[in-house]
């Protein structure tokens, strides 16, 4: 579940907020504590008071007696997702983007601009992929100008609203007000008051809520407004997750809410220094807070979504901004398939190297993976956009160089500060964790053959037999075998050792950057050791290897394919390729953490070392949903492409 907060909060409305406090914050298992900050505030206040902090450094993680930072999420394979803090992290990123945008160069080339064709005020001529608008200049041949500025305005229609009442009780789903709205261009007007209904301060004081019942369909929009009132509110769209109902977006005065799926949706006004814990149950409030008289405009919409068509051949690197009222981009492959949809711009993540835009309200970088007409498209807002597109051929292909992947076992000296760590640190070597897998000195050398065949599968041989790339230059190098050649161009290197409590960081692994296209040749990327190593009855149990060892597990062969995989994974970071759904039916090496049976190759006996071990490979899956994109990547050629 993806939640949504569309207001940011002012100083006064900030503190009401602060002032409700529940005991709702997820419970913290022994051994480790997460900051206090704000755990038990209310979670619509919670949600809305993230954006009016500072940034400041990443949150603070306790693990086994240890204080470390908690890594970005983007870059890690993280013990167990449902720690992450990913209001702070969509906040850092878009902080840091904006700020990197600043001090990036400016464009060799001078974009075409291509002004919409569409009559301002009006929508339908551009809606739809088959009447996409061609940007016929835009492209990297000679002909071509390989930089556009798109300038378009996005005129969605509006609702007719109508006059309606409302009564108490109404504060629950059940008891939900009956707006009528279940057609695009329908809405309510109305006014009414928080406070007069059987829980409110004249009541039994738990709180008085009203919720209002609107029918919709997936690609609508569900508006809501409360401007002009009195009263200090909040507004709260409720979705059914399952069985069970949960808010999914939240706002001050004001929503605009894309409907996911089919279905009723509820839409609760509240005193912003109120919540409502059980949205079944209209007594479940936490106390009367701030009452008085609200105005309200409900209604329902349709998108005003512009399609743009680009000619793009294979191997190009895309990146798009936009900026102004359109709050989102997507592309789309020739058969309609959305490959990276975007409403945040998570270009600080990309190396300094990279020439791909950033710093604007959305931003997409793609790689293409066979030549055609792809779909560039805007949407969810009202008024004047600027869109950016670039193209680039990847980095290694317009050097005409060779990439070299080092793998470090040795044991290192590093600075973990380049992933958020606390700073110079020795790291343990891997034959310093052989023993936490019951494995003797003497099967190292087994075991790094294995990691490096496993590796070298992933990132050389795979990419040779099933991508498009007809010239892969990679070379997979190691330190028991080879000079460490660090410091040269072209070789990037995963560190393989260490643990949270020497780098400083809580994750099992990191990687420096996301860099579609390859054009930093030079990266670092670290994998610990010690919660893969850890005992099978920890709270990350499921995150270490002996989970899934057995007494007649192969041990070297389950180890080493683990071990390869993640390496793997952080490596497919800094060469371009973003986490997937780790929760799908097929297994991807960019699975994020979190299902780890996965990520290892456990096969369905769930022993690792086995004969049903299963190969993990790069390949196609939906975008991880709570890093907040959509569409299919195919992380096998981002990866081909980079070399």
């Known amino acids: 579940m993806k939640r949504r907060v569309t207001a940011a909060v002012g100083a006064a409305t900030a503190s009401a907020l602060l002032g409700l406090m529940t005991n709702s914050g997820s419970a913290i298992p022994a051994g480790i504590s997460a900051p206090s900050s704000d755990e038990n505030t209310n979670p619509w206040a919670r949600a809305l008071l993230a954006d009016t902090r500072p940034v400041g450094p990443p949150p603070r993680v306790t693990y086994e007696g240890t204080t470390a930072s908690s890594a970005n999420p983007y870059l890690a394979m993280v013990p167990n997702p449902e720690d992450i803090r990913w209001r702070y992290w969509q906040r850092k990123l878009a902080s840091a983007s904006a700020l990197k945008a600043e001090a990036a160069n400016d464009l060799t080339v001078t974009p075409i601009v291509h002004d919409e064709q569409e009559p301002q005020g009006t929508n339908g001529s551009n809606d739809r992929r088959r009447n996409a608008e061609t940007l016929a200049g835009f492209g990297l041949r000679a002909d071509k100008t390989s930089a556009v500025r798109v300038l378009g305005t996005l005129s969605p229609p509006q609702p007719s609203y109508r006059p309606a009442k409302t009564r108490e009780d109404n504060g629950s789903i059940q008891k939900a007000t009956r707006t009528g709205i279940n057609k695009p261009g329908e809405g309510i007007k109305l006014r009414s008051v928080i406070g007069d209904g059987p829980h409110g301060s004249r009541g039994d004081g738990s709180g008085d809520f009203d919720i209002y019942k609107v029918s919709a369909r997936a690609g609508q929009?569900?508006?809501?407004?409360?401007?002009?009132?009195?009263l200090s509110t909040v507004l709260v769209v409720y979705e059914r997750f399952g069985s069970r109902w949960d808010w999914t977006e939240v706002g001050l005065d004001s929503l605009n809410y894309a409907v996911p799926a089919d279905g009723d949706y509820y839409v609760l006004v509240a005193a912003s220094d109120s919540y409502l814990v059980d949205p079944t149950d209209s007594g479940s409030g936490t106390g009367a807070g701030e009452e008085g008289p609200y105005r309200l405009k409900l209604g329902l919409s349709v998108f005003d979504r512009d399609f743009y068509r680009v000619r793009l051949r294979s191997g190009d690197v895309l990146g798009g901004t936009v900026n102004g009222r359109s709050e989102d981009l997507s592309v789309m492959r020739p058969d309609g398939t959305e490959v990276f949809g975007s409403t945040q711009d998570a270009s600080f993540i990309y190396p300094m190297e990279s020439p791909l835009p950033g710093g604007e309200r959305a931003t997409v970088s793609y790689v293409v993976e066979e030549a055609g007409w792809y779909t560039v498209s805007t949407a969810h807002g009202r008024g004047a956009y600027d869109m950016l597109l670039e193209l680039y051929r990847p980095g290694a292909e317009a050097e005409g160089s060779t990439q070299k992947i080092f793998l470090d076992f040795d044991g290192e000296r590093v600075n973990t500060g380049m992933w958020g760590g606390r700073g110079v640190s020795n790291l343990s070597p891997l034959s310093a964790f052989l023993g936490r897998w019951h494995l003797p000195s003497s099967a190292e050398d087994r075991l790094i053959e294995k990691v490096v065949a496993t590796v070298r599968e992933n990132l050389r041989r795979d990419l040779i037999a099933r991508g498009l790339n007809d010239d892969v230059r990679v070379i997979v190098l190691n330190s028991r075998d080879h000079a460490d050649p660090w410091g040269q161009?072209?070789?990037?290197?995963?560190?393989?050792?260490?643990?949270?409590?020497?780098?400083?960081?809580?994750?099992?692994?990191?990687?420096?950057?996301?860099?579609?296209?390859?054009?930093?040749?030079?990266?670092?990327?670290?994998?610990?050791?010690?919660?893969?190593?850890?005992?099978?009855?920890?709270?990350?149990?499921?995150?270490?290897?002996?989970?899934?060892?057995?007494?007649?597990s192969k041990r070297v062969a389950f180890v080493g394919q683990a071990l390869g995989n993640v390496i793997a994974h952080e490596a497919g970071h800094f060469v371009g390729s973003w986490h997937v759904d780790q929760f799908d039916k097929r297994a991807n090496i960019m699975d994020q953490g979190g299902n780890f049976a996965k990520m290892f190759g456990v096969g369905p006996d769930g022993v690792g070392g086995t004969d049903d071990d299963r190969d993990v490979d790069f390949g196609e899956n939906e975008l991880n949903p709570y890093e907040g994109f959509e569409g299919i990547e195919d992380t096998l050629n981002n990866t081909a492409w980079a070399f």
């Open 221 to 230: 929009r569900i508006t809501a407004s409360s401007k002009g009132s009195e």
């Open 489 to 552: 161009d072209n070789v990037s290197r995963v560190i393989v050792g260490g643990t949270i409590q020497q780098s400083g960081l809580f994750t099992i692994g990191i990687a420096e950057s996301i860099d579609p296209g390859n054009f930093a040749h030079e990266e670092s990327a670290l994998v610990l050791l010690d919660i893969l190593s850890g005992t099978k009855d920890s709270y990350f149990g499921d995150a270490s290897l002996n989970y899934y060892l057995k007494p007649g």
